[in-house]
């Protein structure tokens, strides 16, 4: 195919279940349903750690973070997803694709970076407590932060930049539920293998290099729980990690399969499904993770409730309170005449 001015693709169409015309309804409410509870899951983690002082520690602070990652990850995906599913197919602009993809991968990146820096936490925490404060103080707190977030940002603004400088001469079409980079570059009219063996070392050291980190954090973690004489410190330290090590398993091992896979080694639908499984059941299941798993999680939340029900009561007396006023003044008003 000749090279052609990219200027002839100015919007893409994206397919998405368009096959399954008669799942669609389905499959749309499913999904509203599914982002709407990860919304409020980890807005509700948010808002649990950043009201309760016991919990403004790093661990719980990078469980923040990560809940702040999953909320803009699934609404960078989401909304156009819904919108996709309620036709048989849309459209979304040059600059809209471009959106979305770079947002997907920063946010993405950061989490991949913010996993491994919480397994260096739990490590400092539980192979040196006594010097942990001095590990983990808040100085090294935010560094970590900043990298994981700074890094995401560099790994977007790099990748997104790049796809979008190759020409697009058409089809337009895109086979897939969202702008991500695997079926986008299906779409580019030009020769793509400097671009694919960047992306694949990148990948590389965007996830399997802190997948290492993370196992071998983990290994060590193992070799020190079962040091412990104690039962009870042995089940509660494997309860801490167990969380992350599900998180870690999702993740990592999804994202694996979407940017390591050899071209065209699965099809449309195959992909389509392997997408959902990150953009859909991770930032669902984080919440419930590390909430379910956790006992001052669990404390946090009753907490927030509590403090829900009390201002809504509040709320209500005052209401109440003023329709009384008003139906007296009303009244006295009446009388008087």
């Not at 669609?24 to 002082?53: C, D, P």
């Not at 397994?119 to 990298?147: E, H, Q, S, W």
């Amino acid at each position: 195919m000749k090279r052609q001015n990219q200027s002839s693709v100015v919007e893409f169409i994206l397919l998405g279940f368009s096959d399954f015309p008669e799942l669609q309804e389905e499959i749309f409410g499913v999904f509203l349903v599914i982002y709407l509870v990860t919304l409020m899951g980890n807005a509700t983690i948010i808002g649990a750690i950043l009201l309760e002082q016991t919990l403004h520690i790093p661990m719980y602070l990078f469980l923040q973070n990560l809940s702040v990652v999953e909320v803009s990850f699934s609404a960078a995906i989401m909304p156009e997803m819904l919108v996709v599913l309620s036709f048989e197919r849309t459209t979304i602009s040059f600059a809209g694709c471009f959106a979305q993809m770079y947002f997907i991968l920063l946010f993405g990146g950061t989490e991949c970076f913010l996993l491994g820096a919480m397994a260096y936490d739990r490590f400092a925490a539980i192979c040196c407590p006594l010097t942990y404060p001095m590990i983990m103080n808040k100085r090294v707190f935010v560094k970590l932060v900043m990298f994981s977030w700074v890094s995401g940002i560099m790994v977007a603004t790099l990748q997104t930049t790049w796809v979008f400088s190759f020409p697009f001469c058409g089809p337009n079409e895109i086979n897939h539920l969202f702008c991500e980079t695997p079926p986008v570059l299906e779409l580019v009219c030009a020769d793509t293998s400097l671009f694919e063996i960047y992306a694949f070392t990148g990948t590389i050291l965007i996830i399997l290099l802190p997948f290492l980190l993370i196992l071998l954090s983990y290994v060590r973690i193992l070799f020190a729980i079962l040091k412990m004489p104690s039962t009870t410190g042995r089940q509660k330290a494997f309860s801490t990690c167990a969380s992350h090590i599900t998180s870690v398993t999702l993740l990592y091992g999804t994202a694996s399969v979407t940017y390591l896979q050899p071209k065209s080694s699965y099809s449309p639908a195959t992909k389509k499904l392997i997408s959902l499984a990150y953009a859909l059941l991770i930032p669902l299941l984080n919440p419930l993770i590390y909430s379910l798993r956790n006992h001052e999680m669990k404390r946090a939340l009753v907490k927030l409730c509590q403090r829900v029900v009390v201002l809504h009561t509040v709320v209500l007396v005052q209401k109440l309170y003023d329709i009384c006023s008003l139906l007296k003044r009303t009244t006295f008003e009446f009388c008087k005449c």
